[in-house]
């Protein structure tokens, strides 16, 4: 894992406490770094989901699935068709570091 990959896994740590999500960040560049985390671990490569798999995969992290959700498909992590009948994991991109969450301290 490279310093980058290294730093952004600390930063992505930090936003949860016992492994849920304590706050959606308003910074775009701290939130990409958080939902390209949850895209590439709650959602399998070439896999379709229901919109109810996704918001139960979502609230495992945070209560307000619906905005994560929508934070997802609009950054280009998740797709959906217009109607709005099924998500998959967007295709391409880089993959995220590992990050355990389960080891995060209340106050980071």
Do not use: W
Request: hydrophobic letters at 30%; one cysteine or more; charged letters at 30%.
């Amino acid at each position: 894992m490279s310093d980058t990959d290294t730093r952004r896994s600390r930063q992505v740590t930090a936003l949860f406490s016992h492994g849920r999500l304590t706050a959606i960040p308003r910074k775009p560049a701290r939130r990409e770094q958080l939902l390209e985390h949850l895209a590439h671990t709650l959602f399998e490569r070439g896999r379709v989901y229901t919109e109810r798999e996704v918001n139960d995969a979502l609230l495992t992290v945070h209560e307000d699935c619906s905005a994560l959700r929508r934070h997802l498909v609009v950054a280009g992590l998740l797709e959906r068709p217009r109607d709005g009948s099924s998500y998959r994991r967007a295709s391409g991109g880089r993959e995220a570091p590992a990050v355990s969450l389960q080891e995060s301290s209340p106050g980071a």
